[in-house]
């Protein structure tokens, strides 16, 4: 039977609007359907209904009710798919007053089997194409279905596609969330399997073939590998793209990077997946020992080298013969350990502090230090040689402000490394805080983050919130947040100037002078922006030590002086009465 469009009333529109808001409220999809039936139901005054959804094997009755608002069985059976496929075709509703009387239906062989009477279908639009169909019947009366009713279910069915389509998304999503998350559980189980194993493995190794010395730690050095190196940035894939093709080879490795950058956790990653990583991994820092410290720590020494040196000592290069030897700041090298080592790297031997005679050692050297080698070289202050057999391979590691991407996946990491003991499920931070963290440039790179990550979870037991973050850290995001909210451009260029002077005169210790050197102003000019912007400057505590010197400098010129000092001349003759001129003049 063909429609009209005749319009529904206000009141009917309201219902349908009142029915849409509770069936879009309602997330889980059997839920939803049983749902838009009942109503759909109840709008018709149809005895059952179905909802048909289309699926890439073919139609599918994922909802049957009745009247009562009871769940019907065997639902595939109960409908038409002749009237299922007119829908289809025509894209409109299909409405009969008696489906065995039709003309067009006298062919169907469903519809007498089934002995249809009244039947009323109504497509579900989802854009261009349709996901299903509400098919409502009367097996026992006919002329159930007017024109209005068909009208009524069709615009109810346009907002309960809407609800469908949210809902089966929601659903996939949901799937995909629990195939991801089992797919995470199969991949943990595997790492954790292949650890265990391979620490059985380095375990056995040790017993056998190192027979480490009692200084070793019982348990042996952890084998570090490329799951503990978090980074999916380009900057980091890059690295660890080097690492890949230099992995399986024994190269000498020198590896430049600011502090913080993880410069250890790459040479432990070359050692202990490389073709040494069976044999012993020893580290030390050349800049916290003095010259001949650091000849004991390397080379070892013999009884009676130096006052205190009571016994022989086994230095790093001939413990760890056969394995790795990792020397970090090496740019801090005295010109005659810089001799010394590249003894090693040349001749294979070394001589312990205070010995005559060479032992021979077989070690892999990767050298870092977070200063430019080569323009030391070109500078005199580290040797060209040494330089060149440190410099095989270099690998330059980021600072973490180059690979800010990186930054949510290392939060994460090092709370769950450092959860003291809450549980992992406690464990969360808010989308503000990533925010803040990503947007601060840490200075102190990874190491700084990783203390700023232990800090806010002891202060949030377990939940990061961006108010337990360190106000540096905050400042730069909540900033840019205050720019976004206010477009009035006078007062934000009026805040960012005010901000900057701020941050000159605290970093000039309130002298004005070298504030307004640091902001490339004159001191008149920062004078009139204090006075403007009303900052207020941190206190200057100028000594009799600075006062004398200063004087000194203008060779008396007190107005000059007090120029140089940042200060008012007024202030400056206070500070000498107050100080005593003798005694300034005397320091």
Same mark, same amino acid.
């Given at each position: 039977?063909?429609?009209?469009?005749? *319009?529904?009333?206000?009141?009917?529109?309201?219902?349908?609007?009142?029915?849409?808001?509770?069936?879009?409220? #309602?997330?889980?999809?059997?839920?939803?359907?049983?749902?838009?039936?009942?109503?759909?139901?109840?709008?018709?005054?149809?005895?059952?209904?179905?909802?048909?959804?289309?699926?890439?094997?073919?139609?599918?009755?994922?909802?049957?009710?009745?009247?009562?608002?009871?769940?019907?069985?065997?639902?595939?059976?109960?409908?038409?798919?002749?009237?299922?496929?007119?829908?289809?075709?025509?894209?409109?509703?299909?409405?009969?007053?008696?489906?065995?009387?039709?003309?067009?239906?006298?062919?169907?062989?469903?519809?007498?089997?089934?002995?249809?009477?009244?039947?009323?279908?109504?497509?579900?639009?989802?854009?261009?194409?349709? *996901?299903?169909?509400?098919?409502?019947?009367?097996?026992?009366?006919?002329?159930?279905?007017?024109?209005?009713?068909?009208?009524?279910?069709?615009?109810?069915?346009?907002?309960?596609?809407?609800?469908?389509?949210?809902?089966?998304?929601?659903?996939?999503?949901?799937?995909?969330?629990?195939?991801?998350?089992?797919?995470?559980?199969?991949?943990?189980?595997?790492?954790?399997?292949?650890?265990?194993?391979?620490?059985?493995?380095?375990?056995?190794?040790?017993?056998?073939?190192?027979?480490?010395?009692?200084?070793?730690?019982?348990?042996?050095?952890?084998?570090?590998?490329?799951? =503990?190196?978090?980074?999916?940035?380009?900057?980091?894939?890059?690295?660890?793209?080097?690492?890949?093709?230099?992995?399986?080879?024994?190269?000498?490795?020198?590896?430049?990077?600011?502090?913080?950058?993880? $410069?250890?956790?790459?040479? !432990?990653?070359?050692?202990?997946?490389?073709?040494? $990583?069976?044999?012993?991994?020893?580290?030390?820092?050349?800049?916290?020992?003095?010259?001949?410290?650091?000849?004991?720590?390397?080379?070892?020494?013999?009884? +009676?080298?130096?006052?205190?040196?009571?016994?022989?000592?086994?230095?790093?290069?001939?413990?760890?013969?056969?394995?790795?030897?990792?020397?970090?700041?090496?740019?801090?090298?005295?010109?005659?350990?810089?001799?010394?080592?590249?003894?090693?790297?040349?001749?294979?031997?070394?001589?312990?502090?205070?010995?005559?005679?060479?032992?021979?050692?077989?070690?892999?050297?990767?050298?870092?230090?977070?200063?430019?080698?080569?323009?030391?070289?070109?500078?005199?202050?580290?040797?060209?040689?040494?330089?060149?057999?440190?410099?095989?391979?270099?690998?330059?590691?980021?600072?973490?402000?180059?690979?800010?991407?990186?930054?949510?996946?290392?939060?994460?990491?090092?709370?769950?490394?450092?959860?003291? +003991?809450?549980?992992?499920?406690?464990?969360?931070?808010?989308?503000?805080?990533?925010?803040?963290?990503?947007?601060?440039?840490?200075?102190?790179?990874?190491?700084?983050?990783?203390?700023?990550?232990?800090?806010?979870?002891?202060?949030?037991?377990? =939940?990061?919130?961006?108010?337990?973050?360190?106000?540096?850290?905050?400042?730069?995001?909540?900033?840019?947040?205050?720019?976004? !909210?206010?477009?009035?451009?006078?007062? *934000?260029?009026?805040?960012?100037?005010?901000?900057?002077?701020?941050?000159?005169?605290?970093?000039? #210790?309130?002298?004005?002078?070298?504030?307004?050197?640091?902001?490339?102003?004159?001191?008149?000019?920062?004078?009139?922006?204090? !006075?403007?912007?009303?900052?207020?400057?941190?206190?200057?505590?100028?000594?009799?030590?600075?006062?004398?010197?200063?004087?000194?400098?203008? $060779?008396?010129?007190?107005?000059?002086?007090? !120029?140089?000092?940042?200060?008012?001349?007024?202030?400056?003759?206070?500070?000498?009465?107050?100080?005593?001129? $003798?005694?300034?003049?005397?320091?």
């Amino acid at each position: 039977m063909t429609l009209t469009d005749s *319009q529904l009333d206000i009141p009917t529109y309201e219902k349908i609007f009142e029915i849409s808001k509770r069936i879009l409220a #309602q997330m889980n999809l059997d839920r939803l359907l049983d749902l838009i039936l009942d109503e759909a139901i109840q709008l018709s005054g149809a005895e059952r209904g179905f909802v048909v959804l289309f699926k890439e094997e073919g139609i599918e009755v994922q909802s049957a009710r009745n009247m009562d608002k009871e769940s019907l069985k065997k639902a595939r059976e109960k409908v038409s798919t002749s009237i299922i496929r007119e829908v289809t075709q025509t894209r409109n509703a299909v409405l009969t007053l008696d489906a065995g009387e039709e003309a067009k239906l006298k062919g169907s062989e469903s519809v007498h089997r089934m002995k249809l009477r009244s039947v009323l279908a109504v497509p579900l639009k989802s854009g261009e194409s349709i *996901q299903g169909v509400i098919y409502l019947d009367n097996r026992f009366a006919s002329g159930v279905f007017q024109e209005n009713h068909a009208k009524v279910v069709s615009v109810f069915a346009d907002q309960a596609s809407l609800a469908i389509s949210h809902a089966r998304l929601l659903e996939d999503n949901r799937q995909r969330q629990k195939e991801l998350e089992n797919n995470q559980k199969m991949i943990l189980r595997l790492n954790k399997a292949l650890e265990d194993r391979v620490a059985d493995q380095a375990s056995e190794l040790e017993k056998v073939k190192l027979q480490l010395e009692s200084q070793q730690d019982a348990e042996g050095p952890r084998a570090d590998r490329y799951q =503990e190196i978090i980074g999916e940035s380009h900057a980091m894939k890059e690295v660890l793209k080097t690492l890949d093709r230099i992995i399986e080879s024994d190269v000498t490795v020198y590896i430049h990077g600011e502090s913080g950058t993880g $410069k250890e956790l790459i040479a !432990r990653a070359l050692h202990y997946n490389g073709p040494r $990583k069976a044999k012993i991994y020893v580290s030390t820092n050349c800049a916290s020992y003095s010259e001949t410290l650091l000849e004991s720590e390397l080379f070892g020494h013999v009884r +009676g080298a130096f006052t205190g040196a009571e016994r022989d000592k086994k230095g790093m290069f001939e413990y760890a013969d056969g394995g790795t030897v990792f020397l970090d700041e090496v740019a801090d090298m005295s010109p005659g350990m810089q001799a010394k080592l590249l003894r090693v790297l040349q001749e294979g031997e070394i001589r312990p502090l205070g010995s005559n005679k060479t032992i021979k050692v077989n070690v892999r050297i990767i050298s870092a230090t977070n200063k430019d080698l080569g323009e030391l070289v070109k500078e005199g202050k580290f040797r060209k040689d040494l330089f060149y057999r440190l410099n095989v391979v270099r690998i330059n590691l980021p600072a973490l402000r180059e690979r800010k991407p990186d930054i949510p996946a290392l939060a994460q990491h090092f709370m769950k490394k450092n959860k003291m +003991g809450i549980p992992e499920n406690f464990l969360s931070i808010e989308p503000a805080a990533i925010k803040a963290l990503m947007t601060y440039d840490w200075p102190g790179n990874i190491r700084e983050l990783e203390n700023e990550i232990n800090r806010a979870l002891v202060m949030g037991k377990g =939940e990061i919130t961006k108010e337990l973050l360190s106000e540096n850290v905050r400042e730069k995001y909540e900033f840019e947040e205050e720019m976004m !909210r206010d477009l009035n451009l006078d007062r *934000q260029v009026s805040n960012f100037e005010k901000r900057i002077i701020d941050r000159a005169l605290q970093e000039s #210790q309130g002298n004005k002078v070298k504030a307004a050197k640091l902001l490339g102003i004159s001191r008149f000019t920062l004078h009139q922006k204090i !006075r403007n912007l009303e900052i207020e400057p941190p206190k200057r505590r100028v000594t009799p030590e600075e006062v004398a010197r200063v004087l000194k400098e203008c $060779k008396g010129n007190k107005a000059l002086a007090a !120029r140089k000092l940042g200060i008012q001349r007024q202030t400056l003759y206070h500070k000498l009465d107050r100080f005593g001129q $003798k005694e300034v003049e005397n320091s």
